[in-house]
């Protein structure tokens, strides 16, 4: 598989998780441990399904403490902190820490043998992430106080817990793909306990209800992390990350278009931003190389 081609398997990902606001608004009232517990279950299953015809797939779960330390730290240990930071500070500054993930993951790709850091990376990462406040800002006045220094807390080392999960991924390239199912049931088991002990269950109240966490499932909390995983172990990294963060705009576009949000100037600057960082980390190596 060429970089390239990973690279495109990666971008799938972004679009999927474009999709995760939507799905969970459409999902109801259901408890965020409980949503989780549902959701990486179905994701699990994604992977467990082409082990019908590759039964080999199964051997991907026999791997080393510290793989599987990686994997459930990525999944189980950034969900968790970020319930935990939506719990404990507003959404809004809460999503604004958390997507420092992105900018994170183009300075950690460093320190991969082989890899070298440019500015032009830097520099079109920041500009992302000055697209996601600019979105954010414009949704209603940030509103940080002290109290909410827990929960911006757990935002932040969120973020560090994701992009280094996404980077290491990288050293452990020699870990089949098929082992993310396995990080995705436990991660199930882990939420459900977390459920059993912080919230009350909430069950669907529609077809639509179970359709979209069905969806979820499928989609941003299932084959995103596979083809993510394609993307961090075989694909450009430092391109993932900075168009990483064009996830929030189309996530808020889709919003507009399904009815749970309202077009603004706002999103249009951000959008320009975004596309912006994009082109300045992709198209100015390119001309330097040429």
């Not at 404990?88 to 420092?100: D, K, Q, T, V, W």
């Not at 940030?142 to 994701?162: Q, R, V």
């Not at 098929?178 to 909430?202: P, Q, R, Y």
Request: charged fraction near 10%; include cysteine.
């Amino acid at each position: 598989m060429t970089t390239r081609t990973a690279t495109s398997i990666g971008f799938t990902a972004i679009l999927l998780w474009s999709l995760l606001a939507l799905l969970t608004a459409a999902t109801g009232r259901i408890p965020p441990f409980q949503l989780a517990a549902m959701t990486f279950l179905v994701g699990g299953f994604v992977g467990v399904a082409s082990w019908i015809r590759r039964p080999q797939g199964l051997k991907a779960l026999h791997q080393k403490p510290v793989v599987w330390a990686l994997g459930l730290g990525g999944l189980f240990g950034y969900h968790a902190l970020y319930f935990a930071a939506l719990r404990l500070a507003p959404p809004a500054e809460s999503g604004l820490i958390n997507y420092l993930w992105p900018l994170l993951i183009v300075l950690f790709s460093a320190f991969l043998p082989g890899e070298h850091l440019r500015r032009a990376h830097v520099a079109g990462a920041l500009l992302g992430f000055a697209g996601v406040i600019v979105l954010i800002a414009g949704r209603g006045a940030l509103d940080a106080k002290t109290e909410y220094l827990p929960g911006y807390l757990c935002a932040f080392i969120a973020a560090f817990i994701w992009a280094g999960y996404s980077v290491l991924s990288r050293r452990f390239g020699e870990v089949p793909t098929d082992a993310v199912a396995g990080f995705c049931l436990v991660t199930s088991g882990l939420s459900l306990v977390c459920h059993w002990l912080f919230e009350t269950t909430v069950w669907p109240e529609s077809t639509q209800q179970w359709l979209a966490l069905l969806g979820l499932g499928l989609g941003p909390v299932g084959l995103a992390f596979y083809v993510w995983d394609i993307g961090m172990k075989r694909g450009d990294i430092r391109l993932l990350g900075v168009a990483s963060y064009a996830t929030p705009v189309l996530s808020t576009l889709l919003l507009v278009v399904a009815g749970y949000a309202e077009p603004s100037i706002t999103l249009a600057l951000s959008c320009g931003l975004i596309v912006l960082g994009a082109l300045v980390a992709t198209l100015i190596p390119r001309l330097r190389r040429a």
